[in-house]
């Protein structure tokens, strides 16, 4: 099956440092999403994607869906310690059978006030 | 409404027991899904309804049996589990192949098997 390889697994930084995350992939996605999960709580949708090449940002955040279908990263700006959280990205399909999404293994992030 | 509503939010269950998890969404949205999550792991796919009818399934044991009664309802049947089935049951529904705002999540189910 497919497979997202999502790095760094987990990042330890300062409030207001810039915090960069990635996600690679064998097979072409038709959507990137990235998703951020506290804990006992569902992933909350950050930000999504639909075009090879699409640069969108959402606040502090900004991500890009790489020009191949087959990448994304994740940029977050001026952390604040409410950022602390898993962030997943996850590659969206359409098959004929229905939408399938997959989740790479997540980034735990940080953040020392 | 913009929300997936998952009941309970916890559940104990022996491993003779027959308990059912629920999940309800009001935005329209065409496909619903189940979702396994271990601690510390991304959620896995369990089952994906199109249309009210089953249209995947991940090789989910038989224990677990899911049911669509309606497109706003989606349940999810738990017979004769296991401690290693201990997991947050994420539900989620999205716009089903129409470009949208990706999958909305419940806040899950937190099962423990005894």
């Known amino acids: 099956g497919q497979q997202l390889n999502q790095s760094p697994q987990s990042m330890f930084i300062q409030e207001g440092e810039d915090v960069s995350m990635n996600c690679t992939s064998s097979?072409?996605?038709?959507?990137w999403l990235w998703y951020k999960q506290d804990p006992g709580e569902g992933p909350v949708l950050l930000i999504a994607l639909y075009k090879a090449g699409e640069l969108t940002s959402n606040g502090r955040l900004t991500a890009q869906f790489g020009i191949t279908r087959k990448d994304s990263f994740l940029n977050i700006s001026a952390s604040i310690p409410s950022d602390v959280g898993i962030y997943f990205c996850?590659?969206?399909?359409?098959?004929?059978?229905?939408?399938?999404?997959?989740f790479g293994e997540g980034t735990q992030l940080t953040v020392n006030p | 409404d913009t929300e997936v509503t998952q009941t309970p939010k916890h559940l104990v269950m022996g491993m003779t027991n027959k308990k059912s998890l629920k999940c309800e969404q009001h935005?329209?949205?065409?496909?619903m899904y189940w979702y396994k999550q271990k601690a510390k792991k991304p959620p896995e796919l369990m089952f994906v309804?199109?249309?009210?009818?089953?249209?995947i399934n991940e090789s989910v044991p038989s224990r677990f049996s899911p049911e669509c009664p309606n497109s706003s309802l989606l349940n999810l049947h738990l017979h004769a589990l296991q401690p290693e089935d201990s997991a947050l049951y994420l539900c989620?529904?999205?716009?089903?192949?129409?470009?949208?705002?990706?999958?909305?999540f419940g806040s899950g189910t937190r099962l423990t098997v005894v």
């Open positions: 996850a590659g969206q399909l359409w098959e004929t059978s229905g939408s399938r999404l997959t």
């Open positions: 989620a529904s999205s716009q089903d192949r129409v470009r949208g705002p990706g999958y909305t």
């Open positions: 097979s072409i996605f038709n959507t």
């Open positions: 935005m329209g949205h065409r496909a």
């Open positions: 309804y199109s249309y009210e009818k089953l249209s």
